[in-house]
Protein backbone atom coordinates (compact mmCIF):
# COMPACT_ATOMS: atom_id res chain seq x y z
CA UNK A 1 0.00 0.00 0.00
CA UNK A 2 1.39 3.59 -1.03
CA UNK A 3 2.44 5.15 1.63
CA UNK A 4 0.32 8.79 2.22
CA UNK A 5 3.06 10.93 1.46
CA UNK A 6 3.04 9.59 -1.88
CA UNK A 7 -0.95 9.26 -2.34
CA UNK A 8 -1.36 13.02 -3.61
CA UNK A 9 1.29 12.58 -6.92
CA UNK A 10 -0.84 10.98 -9.44
CA UNK A 11 -3.77 13.14 -9.19
CA UNK A 12 -1.63 15.85 -9.46
CA UNK A 13 0.46 14.22 -12.50
CA UNK A 14 -2.91 13.38 -14.17
CA UNK A 15 -4.01 17.12 -13.83
CA UNK A 16 -1.01 18.33 -15.49
CA UNK A 17 -1.04 15.73 -18.34
CA UNK A 18 -4.96 16.97 -18.92
CA UNK A 19 -3.71 20.44 -18.73
CA UNK A 20 -0.88 19.59 -21.13
CA UNK A 21 -3.23 17.96 -23.84
CA UNK A 22 -6.23 20.69 -23.29
CA UNK A 23 -3.38 23.41 -24.21
CA UNK A 24 -1.98 21.17 -26.89
CA UNK A 25 -5.36 20.98 -28.52
CA UNK A 26 -6.27 24.46 -28.23
CA UNK A 27 -3.32 25.57 -29.65
CA UNK A 28 -3.55 23.47 -32.66
CA UNK A 29 -7.31 24.29 -33.10
CA UNK A 30 -6.56 28.31 -32.64
CA UNK A 31 -3.56 27.46 -35.73
CA UNK A 32 -6.24 25.80 -37.86
CA UNK A 33 -8.81 28.69 -36.47
CA UNK A 34 -6.20 31.50 -37.50
CA UNK A 35 -5.41 29.74 -40.92
CA UNK A 36 -8.64 29.68 -41.64
CA UNK A 37 -9.71 33.09 -41.14
CA UNK A 38 -6.03 34.69 -42.53
CA UNK A 39 -7.21 32.27 -45.85
CA UNK A 40 -10.95 34.04 -46.14
CA UNK A 41 -9.11 37.45 -45.30
CA UNK A 42 -7.02 36.81 -48.59
CA UNK A 43 -9.64 34.94 -50.39
CA UNK A 44 -10.61 38.34 -52.63
CA UNK A 45 -7.29 39.92 -52.74
CA UNK A 46 -4.97 36.77 -53.07
CA UNK A 47 -7.03 33.59 -53.69
CA UNK A 48 -4.07 30.97 -54.61
CA UNK A 49 -2.10 31.43 -51.29
CA UNK A 50 -5.41 31.49 -49.74
CA UNK A 51 -5.82 28.50 -51.39
CA UNK A 52 -2.47 27.49 -50.37
CA UNK A 53 -3.75 27.58 -46.78
CA UNK A 54 -7.00 26.35 -46.47
CA UNK A 55 -7.22 24.17 -49.56
CA UNK A 56 -10.19 22.07 -48.32
CA UNK A 57 -12.61 25.49 -47.76
CA UNK A 58 -14.56 25.79 -50.24
CA UNK A 59 -15.65 29.56 -50.61
CA UNK A 60 -11.21 29.66 -51.33
CA UNK A 61 -11.53 26.77 -53.55
CA UNK A 62 -14.33 29.13 -55.22
CA UNK A 63 -12.40 32.15 -55.65
CA UNK A 64 -9.28 30.46 -56.74
CA UNK A 65 -11.69 28.68 -59.61
CA UNK A 66 -13.50 32.16 -59.93
CA UNK A 67 -9.90 34.23 -60.45
CA UNK A 68 -8.75 31.39 -62.74
CA UNK A 69 -11.98 32.04 -65.19
CA UNK A 70 -11.18 35.66 -64.86
CA UNK A 71 -7.30 35.32 -66.22
CA UNK A 72 -8.09 32.72 -68.57
CA UNK A 73 -12.21 32.00 -69.88
CA UNK A 74 -12.97 28.91 -71.34
CA UNK A 75 -15.63 26.76 -71.22
CA UNK A 76 -14.27 23.54 -71.22
CA UNK A 77 -16.17 21.35 -68.23
CA UNK A 78 -12.76 19.32 -67.93
CA UNK A 79 -10.58 22.10 -67.30
CA UNK A 80 -9.13 23.11 -64.18
CA UNK A 81 -11.12 26.11 -63.64
CA UNK A 82 -14.60 23.73 -63.37
CA UNK A 83 -12.63 20.77 -61.48
CA UNK A 84 -11.89 23.79 -58.87
CA UNK A 85 -15.36 25.05 -59.17
CA UNK A 86 -17.02 21.26 -58.71
CA UNK A 87 -14.54 20.96 -56.12
CA UNK A 88 -15.65 24.02 -53.90
CA UNK A 89 -19.13 22.74 -54.33
CA UNK A 90 -18.44 18.92 -52.66
CA UNK A 91 -16.83 20.96 -49.85
CA UNK A 92 -19.15 23.94 -49.36
CA UNK A 93 -22.88 23.57 -51.54
CA UNK A 94 -23.44 27.48 -50.70
CA UNK A 95 -19.80 28.80 -52.16
CA UNK A 96 -22.03 30.98 -55.06
CA UNK A 97 -18.32 31.72 -56.95
CA UNK A 98 -18.10 28.42 -57.97
CA UNK A 99 -21.89 28.19 -59.45
CA UNK A 100 -21.91 31.26 -61.37
CA UNK A 101 -18.07 30.18 -62.39
CA UNK A 102 -19.55 26.86 -63.95
CA UNK A 103 -22.64 29.43 -65.10
CA UNK A 104 -20.46 31.48 -67.15
CA UNK A 105 -18.73 28.65 -68.52
CA UNK A 106 -21.67 26.64 -69.39
CA UNK A 107 -22.57 30.23 -71.24
CA UNK A 108 -19.10 30.30 -72.92
CA UNK A 109 -20.22 26.90 -74.60
CA UNK A 110 -23.21 28.07 -75.58
CA UNK A 111 -25.62 25.68 -73.30
CA UNK A 112 -27.66 28.76 -72.11
CA UNK A 113 -30.02 25.93 -70.52
CA UNK A 114 -27.59 24.88 -68.24
CA UNK A 115 -26.19 28.40 -67.42
CA UNK A 116 -29.78 29.61 -66.82
CA UNK A 117 -29.92 26.78 -64.00
CA UNK A 118 -26.83 27.70 -62.48
CA UNK A 119 -27.47 31.47 -62.05
CA UNK A 120 -30.67 30.85 -60.87
CA UNK A 121 -29.33 28.64 -57.67
CA UNK A 122 -26.81 31.16 -57.68
CA UNK A 123 -29.53 33.91 -57.14
CA UNK A 124 -31.21 31.70 -54.53
CA UNK A 125 -27.83 31.29 -52.56
CA UNK A 126 -27.06 35.11 -52.76
CA UNK A 127 -28.13 38.17 -53.95
CA UNK A 128 -24.53 39.93 -53.18
CA UNK A 129 -22.38 38.38 -55.71
CA UNK A 130 -22.43 41.24 -58.42
CA UNK A 131 -21.39 38.89 -61.13
CA UNK A 132 -24.33 37.07 -60.60
CA UNK A 133 -26.68 40.10 -60.53
CA UNK A 134 -24.62 40.95 -63.99
CA UNK A 135 -25.37 37.70 -65.72
CA UNK A 136 -29.18 38.18 -65.16
CA UNK A 137 -29.08 42.09 -65.99
CA UNK A 138 -27.15 40.84 -69.04
CA UNK A 139 -30.20 38.15 -69.39
CA UNK A 140 -32.91 40.44 -68.91
CA UNK A 141 -31.67 42.36 -71.72
CA UNK A 142 -30.98 39.87 -74.09
CA UNK A 143 -34.95 38.96 -73.75
CA UNK A 144 -35.88 42.34 -74.21
CA UNK A 145 -37.59 42.19 -70.69
CA UNK A 146 -36.37 46.18 -69.25
CA UNK A 147 -38.38 45.63 -66.04
CA UNK A 148 -36.95 42.40 -65.06
CA UNK A 149 -33.32 43.78 -65.89
CA UNK A 150 -33.90 46.97 -64.00
CA UNK A 151 -34.73 44.96 -61.13
CA UNK A 152 -31.35 43.01 -61.01
CA UNK A 153 -30.04 46.47 -61.15
CA UNK A 154 -31.41 47.82 -57.99
CA UNK A 155 -30.71 44.64 -56.19
CA UNK A 156 -27.09 44.85 -57.25
CA UNK A 157 -26.99 48.77 -56.35
CA UNK A 158 -28.60 47.51 -53.18
CA UNK A 159 -25.95 45.10 -52.18
CA UNK A 160 -22.92 45.60 -53.50
CA UNK A 161 -20.33 49.01 -53.04
CA UNK A 162 -18.85 48.66 -56.11
CA UNK A 163 -21.89 48.07 -58.14
CA UNK A 164 -22.22 52.19 -58.73
CA UNK A 165 -18.90 52.09 -60.97
CA UNK A 166 -19.53 49.32 -63.01
CA UNK A 167 -23.11 50.03 -63.44
CA UNK A 168 -24.11 53.85 -63.29
CA UNK A 169 -22.79 54.12 -67.15
CA UNK A 170 -24.53 51.55 -68.54
CA UNK A 171 -27.63 52.65 -66.90
CA UNK A 172 -26.78 55.92 -67.44
CA UNK A 173 -26.50 55.45 -71.20
CA UNK A 174 -29.54 53.38 -71.59
CA UNK A 175 -31.76 56.45 -70.57
CA UNK A 176 -32.10 57.71 -74.16
CA UNK A 177 -34.31 54.96 -74.68
CA UNK A 178 -37.96 55.55 -74.16
CA UNK A 179 -39.23 52.44 -72.28
CA UNK A 180 -35.96 52.28 -70.32
CA UNK A 181 -36.26 55.59 -68.63
CA UNK A 182 -40.28 55.55 -68.32
CA UNK A 183 -39.52 51.91 -66.25
CA UNK A 184 -36.64 53.32 -64.51
CA UNK A 185 -38.39 56.64 -63.07
CA UNK A 186 -41.00 54.26 -62.04
CA UNK A 187 -38.41 52.68 -59.73
CA UNK A 188 -36.42 55.80 -58.89
CA UNK A 189 -40.01 57.28 -57.39
CA UNK A 190 -39.88 54.46 -54.65
CA UNK A 191 -36.51 55.85 -53.44
CA UNK A 192 -34.29 53.60 -53.78
CA UNK A 193 -31.03 54.22 -51.61
CA UNK A 194 -28.47 54.33 -54.50
CA UNK A 195 -31.14 56.91 -56.24
CA UNK A 196 -29.58 60.48 -54.86
CA UNK A 197 -26.36 59.13 -56.07
CA UNK A 198 -27.39 58.00 -59.27
CA UNK A 199 -29.11 61.32 -60.05
CA UNK A 200 -25.75 62.88 -59.52
CA UNK A 201 -24.39 61.19 -61.71
CA UNK A 202 -26.58 61.65 -64.63
CA UNK A 203 -26.85 65.33 -63.69
CA UNK A 204 -23.13 65.48 -64.21
CA UNK A 205 -22.31 62.69 -66.62
CA UNK A 206 -21.27 62.70 -70.07
CA UNK A 207 -24.74 60.98 -71.10
CA UNK A 208 -27.14 62.44 -73.07
CA UNK A 209 -28.77 65.90 -71.56
CA UNK A 210 -31.96 65.93 -72.51
CA UNK A 211 -32.70 62.41 -71.73
CA UNK A 212 -30.78 63.08 -67.78
CA UNK A 213 -33.50 66.15 -68.10
CA UNK A 214 -36.24 63.50 -68.74
CA UNK A 215 -35.58 61.69 -65.74
CA UNK A 216 -34.91 63.94 -63.05
CA UNK A 217 -37.97 66.08 -63.79
CA UNK A 218 -40.31 62.42 -63.33
CA UNK A 219 -38.41 61.84 -60.86
CA UNK A 220 -38.66 65.71 -58.65
CA UNK A 221 -42.11 65.16 -57.08
CA UNK A 222 -41.26 61.62 -55.44
CA UNK A 223 -38.74 62.78 -52.65
CA UNK A 224 -35.72 62.18 -54.61
CA UNK A 225 -32.94 64.24 -53.79
CA UNK A 226 -32.12 66.89 -56.45
CA UNK A 227 -29.05 68.81 -55.29
CA UNK A 228 -28.60 72.36 -56.31
CA UNK A 229 -25.26 71.22 -58.00
CA UNK A 230 -27.16 68.51 -60.08
CA UNK A 231 -29.41 71.08 -61.46
CA UNK A 232 -26.65 73.92 -62.22
CA UNK A 233 -24.46 70.79 -63.54
CA UNK A 234 -27.58 69.69 -66.12
CA UNK A 235 -28.64 73.64 -67.01
CA UNK A 236 -24.86 74.18 -67.83
CA UNK A 237 -24.71 70.64 -70.21
CA UNK A 238 -27.99 71.62 -71.64
CA UNK A 239 -27.10 74.99 -72.92
CA UNK A 240 -23.17 73.76 -73.97
CA UNK A 241 -25.48 71.89 -75.85
CA UNK A 242 -27.53 74.21 -77.41
CA UNK A 243 -30.55 72.81 -76.07
CA UNK A 244 -31.98 76.11 -74.74
CA UNK A 245 -35.90 75.21 -74.32
CA UNK A 246 -35.05 72.05 -72.64
CA UNK A 247 -32.36 73.68 -70.09
CA UNK A 248 -35.39 76.02 -69.22
CA UNK A 249 -38.33 73.19 -68.96
CA UNK A 250 -35.66 71.53 -66.56
CA UNK A 251 -35.31 74.58 -64.68
CA UNK A 252 -38.61 75.35 -64.65
CA UNK A 253 -39.44 72.49 -63.34
CA UNK A 254 -36.91 72.02 -60.53
CA UNK A 255 -37.54 75.79 -59.92
CA UNK A 256 -41.45 75.42 -59.52
CA UNK A 257 -41.23 78.76 -62.18
CA UNK A 258 -43.09 79.39 -64.96
CA UNK A 259 -42.78 82.49 -66.89
CA UNK A 260 -39.86 83.05 -68.99
CA UNK A 261 -40.58 86.47 -70.33
CA UNK A 262 -39.40 87.76 -66.02
CA UNK A 263 -36.67 87.56 -63.58
CA UNK A 264 -36.64 85.46 -61.02
CA UNK A 265 -36.24 85.50 -57.47
CA UNK A 266 -36.61 89.48 -56.79
CA UNK A 267 -36.41 89.50 -52.95
CA UNK A 268 -32.93 87.02 -53.38
CA UNK A 269 -34.56 84.61 -51.19
CA UNK A 270 -33.11 81.12 -52.89
CA UNK A 271 -29.34 81.95 -51.61
CA UNK A 272 -28.31 78.28 -53.32
CA UNK A 273 -24.98 76.81 -52.30
CA UNK A 274 -24.79 76.66 -56.30
CA UNK A 275 -26.73 78.70 -58.52
CA UNK A 276 -28.22 77.72 -61.75
CA UNK A 277 -27.06 80.38 -64.64
CA UNK A 278 -31.01 81.09 -64.29
CA UNK A 279 -30.40 81.86 -61.03
CA UNK A 280 -28.85 85.12 -59.24
CA UNK A 281 -25.19 84.46 -59.15
CA UNK A 282 -22.87 86.72 -57.14
CA UNK A 283 -19.78 87.05 -58.31
CA UNK A 284 -16.84 87.26 -56.48
CA UNK A 285 -13.19 88.82 -57.70
CA UNK A 286 -9.99 90.46 -56.85
CA UNK A 287 -11.39 93.50 -54.50
CA UNK A 288 -14.99 92.67 -54.53
CA UNK A 289 -17.07 90.44 -52.14
CA UNK A 290 -20.79 89.57 -52.49
CA UNK A 291 -23.05 87.28 -50.50
CA UNK A 292 -27.02 86.93 -50.17
CA UNK A 293 -28.09 87.49 -47.09
CA UNK A 294 -31.54 87.83 -44.95
CA UNK A 295 -33.47 90.99 -44.97
CA UNK A 296 -36.64 92.86 -44.53
CA UNK A 297 -38.38 91.67 -47.68
CA UNK A 298 -36.71 87.95 -46.68
CA UNK A 299 -33.34 87.98 -48.49
CA UNK A 300 -31.33 90.55 -50.15
CA UNK A 301 -27.83 91.13 -51.88
CA UNK A 302 -24.96 92.80 -50.16
CA UNK A 303 -21.64 93.97 -51.93
CA UNK A 304 -18.70 95.72 -50.99
CA UNK A 305 -15.87 96.45 -53.59
CA UNK A 306 -12.39 97.81 -52.95
CA UNK A 307 -10.60 101.64 -54.05
CA UNK A 308 -10.55 101.30 -57.70
CA UNK A 309 -12.27 97.58 -57.88
CA UNK A 310 -15.10 97.32 -60.11
CA UNK A 311 -17.27 94.94 -62.54
CA UNK A 312 -19.94 92.61 -63.13
CA UNK A 313 -20.69 91.32 -59.71
CA UNK A 314 -24.71 89.91 -59.73
CA UNK A 315 -26.13 88.23 -62.73
CA UNK A 316 -28.74 86.41 -63.88
CA UNK A 317 -29.42 84.43 -67.51
CA UNK A 318 -33.30 85.49 -69.53
CA UNK A 319 -34.56 84.01 -72.38
CA UNK A 320 -36.91 87.16 -73.22
CA UNK A 321 -38.87 87.53 -76.39
CA UNK A 322 -38.30 90.48 -78.29
CA UNK A 323 -40.19 93.73 -76.69
CA UNK A 324 -39.76 96.62 -73.68
CA UNK A 325 -39.22 95.58 -69.98
CA UNK A 326 -39.24 97.10 -66.98
CA UNK A 327 -36.45 96.86 -64.29
CA UNK A 328 -37.56 98.07 -60.62
CA UNK A 329 -36.13 97.39 -57.59
CA UNK A 330 -34.87 99.33 -54.78
CA UNK A 331 -31.46 99.38 -52.49
CA UNK A 332 -30.01 100.22 -49.53
CA UNK A 333 -26.97 101.85 -48.03
CA UNK A 334 -25.50 103.00 -51.55
CA UNK A 335 -23.81 106.70 -51.37
CA UNK A 336 -21.67 107.88 -54.06
CA UNK A 337 -20.76 110.28 -56.51
CA UNK A 338 -22.75 110.05 -59.59
CA UNK A 339 -19.51 109.01 -61.39
CA UNK A 340 -19.09 106.21 -59.23
CA UNK A 341 -22.90 105.13 -59.17
CA UNK A 342 -23.54 101.21 -59.57
CA UNK A 343 -26.04 100.01 -62.69
CA UNK A 344 -28.22 97.25 -64.26
CA UNK A 345 -27.04 96.13 -67.68
CA UNK A 346 -28.19 93.75 -69.85
CA UNK A 347 -26.70 92.02 -72.89
CA UNK A 348 -27.36 89.93 -75.76
CA UNK A 349 -24.74 87.04 -75.56
CA UNK A 350 -22.96 87.49 -77.96
CA UNK A 351 -22.28 90.33 -76.12
CA UNK A 352 -24.23 93.58 -77.69
CA UNK A 353 -25.42 95.83 -74.76
CA UNK A 354 -28.95 96.51 -75.19
CA UNK A 355 -29.38 99.20 -72.28
CA UNK A 356 -28.32 100.59 -68.69
CA UNK A 357 -30.23 101.11 -66.07
CA UNK A 358 -28.92 103.95 -63.52
CA UNK A 359 -29.23 103.04 -59.80
CA UNK A 360 -29.44 106.50 -57.80
CA UNK A 361 -28.28 106.41 -53.98
CA UNK A 362 -30.35 105.29 -51.72
CA UNK A 363 -31.69 108.05 -50.10
CA UNK A 364 -33.59 109.02 -53.09
CA UNK A 365 -36.79 107.87 -53.45
CA UNK A 366 -36.86 105.42 -50.63
CA UNK A 367 -33.71 103.41 -52.47
CA UNK A 368 -36.18 102.99 -55.46
CA UNK A 369 -35.29 102.45 -58.86
CA UNK A 370 -36.80 101.88 -62.13
CA UNK A 371 -35.57 101.61 -65.85
CA UNK A 372 -36.25 100.19 -69.31
CA UNK A 373 -34.62 97.89 -71.47
CA UNK A 374 -35.28 96.87 -75.07
CA UNK A 375 -34.51 93.68 -76.42
CA UNK A 376 -34.07 93.22 -80.19
CA UNK A 377 -34.67 90.73 -82.72
CA UNK A 378 -31.59 88.11 -82.78
CA UNK A 379 -31.06 87.97 -79.55
CA UNK A 380 -32.48 84.65 -77.69
CA UNK A 381 -30.80 84.76 -74.71
CA UNK A 382 -29.73 87.95 -72.64
CA UNK A 383 -27.84 88.82 -69.28
CA UNK A 384 -28.80 91.17 -66.41
CA UNK A 385 -26.29 92.20 -64.45
CA UNK A 386 -25.50 94.29 -61.79
CA UNK A 387 -22.42 96.62 -62.51
CA UNK A 388 -20.11 98.48 -59.98
CA UNK A 389 -17.75 101.26 -61.32
CA UNK A 390 -14.46 101.45 -59.94
CA UNK A 391 -13.99 104.05 -57.29
CA UNK A 392 -11.17 106.75 -56.18
CA UNK A 393 -12.78 106.49 -52.52
CA UNK A 394 -10.70 104.91 -49.74
CA UNK A 395 -13.31 103.12 -48.89
CA UNK A 396 -14.58 101.74 -52.37
CA UNK A 397 -18.74 101.11 -52.99
CA UNK A 398 -20.86 99.20 -50.30
CA UNK A 399 -24.58 98.84 -50.53
CA UNK A 400 -27.63 96.67 -51.03
CA UNK A 401 -30.00 95.53 -53.46
CA UNK A 402 -32.88 94.43 -51.50
CA UNK A 403 -35.36 93.37 -54.81
CA UNK A 404 -34.93 93.45 -58.32
CA UNK A 405 -37.62 92.56 -60.71
CA UNK A 406 -37.80 92.76 -64.58
CA UNK A 407 -40.91 91.89 -66.42
CA UNK A 408 -42.55 92.88 -69.79
CA UNK A 409 -44.47 96.21 -70.08
CA UNK A 410 -47.19 94.60 -72.15
CA UNK A 411 -48.57 91.24 -70.44
CA UNK A 412 -50.16 90.29 -73.78
CA UNK A 413 -46.35 89.47 -74.98
CA UNK A 414 -46.18 85.84 -76.11
CA UNK A 415 -44.27 83.01 -73.57
Not at 15 to 25: C, D, G
Not at 66 to 79: I, V, Y
Not at 224 to 233: D, K, L, Q, R
Not at 278 to 306: C, E, H, K, Y
Amino acid sequence: MPSAAHRPTRPRQTTFVVRIVVALLAAILGYFSVTRTLAEVLEAGDPVQAHAMAPGNGRVTAALAEKRFADHPDGDPLSMTARLARRALLQDPTAVKAVSTLGLQAQMRGDARQARQFFDYAQRLSRRHLPTQLWAIEDAVARGDVAQALNHYDIALRTSNRAPDVLFPVLGSAISQADVRRDLIALLRQRPLWAGEFVGFVAAGGLDPKAAALVLQGVQNSGVPITAEAVAFLINRLLDAGATDAAWDFYASARGVKDRRTSRDPHFVANLSAPSVFDWTPINDAGIVTSMQRGPAGGLFDFATSSGAGGTILQQFELLPPGTYRLEGRSAGIEQPTSSLPYWMMSCQDGRETGRVAIPNSTHAGGRFVGYFIVPQACPRQILALVVRSSANTVGVTGQIETASLRPTNESQGH
